[in-house]
């Protein structure tokens, strides 16, 4: 079964500073995403990273995918408050049964990012 | 906005009653999936419909049930419900995309049971 884990859980940063979420996966897959999500909001996907070595960037986040280490990271560059938020990794597999249109999401806990002035 | 619709987006109910979650994808999205988000289990798949017909399970209880109908709208229902299953319920689409398989979430139905 794949397991996804993700840390720091909680992040307390100062504005201005840089910081690193891991996101740890146990099996081989073929895709990783990155979302964040509000209080009490839903998710809305920041990064999409499909292949090794993969670099993605937006803004201050910056995602990157290791597939051999099954590792990705998503750096967090001068920090401001309006990041605050929870920010999740999941990975793609395919379920037993396989099939081409059966895709399920497996979700780290999630690092709650707190900006602080 | 993703495109996703959720209904209700708040229902407060008793223990022991029985419920229905309502979902429409985005426009010409024919997968359908129900995750369930909660404190202590975290974010969790629950079940996938793609053009009506069920494709994959994850951690569902019997006591829950879905159906994805022919204009893809797709309803989860809840049955005996307990104080456990006070939660935020997701329905995401995807479109038929063999390269990003990515999912789009709606804005959730929160659940409390009392």
């Known amino acids: 079964e794949l397991k996804v884990e993700q840390n720091p859980l909680f992040l307390s940063m100062q504005e201005g500073k840089n910081y690193t979420i891991y996101c740890n996966y146990s099996?081989?897959?073929?895709?990783l995403y990155w979302y964040r999500q509000d209080p009490g909001k839903s998710l809305e996907s920041l990064f999409v990273l499909l292949s090794n070595g993969a670099v993605k960037q937006e803004g201050r986040l910056m995602a990157s995918l290791d597939t051999k280490a099954r590792l990705s990271t998503l750096h967090i560059t001068a920090a401001v408050h309006d990041l605050s938020a929870t920010y999740f990794c999941a990975v793609l597999s395919l379920p037993s049964g396989g099939g081409g249109s059966n895709y399920k999401l497996t979700f780290g806990k999630g690092t709650l990012l707190t900006v602080n002035p | 906005d993703s495109g996703v619709t959720q209904t209700p987006k708040h229902l407060i109910t008793a223990t022991g009653q029985r419920v229905t979650l309502r979902c429409s994808p985005r426009?010409?999205?024919?997968?359908v999936y129900w995750y369930q988000q909660s404190l202590d289990q975290g974010l969790q798949f629950l079940i996938q419909y793609y053009n009506g017909e069920e494709r994959a399970k994850g951690n569902i209880l019997e006591r829950f049930s879905a159906q994805q109908f022919p204009d893809l709208h797709s309803e989860l229902n809840l049955s005996s419900l307990e104080l456990g299953d006070s939660a935020l319920y997701f329905c995401?689409?995807?479109?038929?995309?063999?390269?990003?398989?990515?999912?789009?979430f709606g804005p959730g139905t929160r659940l409390t049971v009392t």
């Open positions: 426009s010409g999205d024919l997968s």
């Open positions: 099996t081989t897959s073929d895709r």
């Open positions: 995401a689409s995807s479109p038929r995309d063999r390269i990003f398989h990515e999912q789009y």
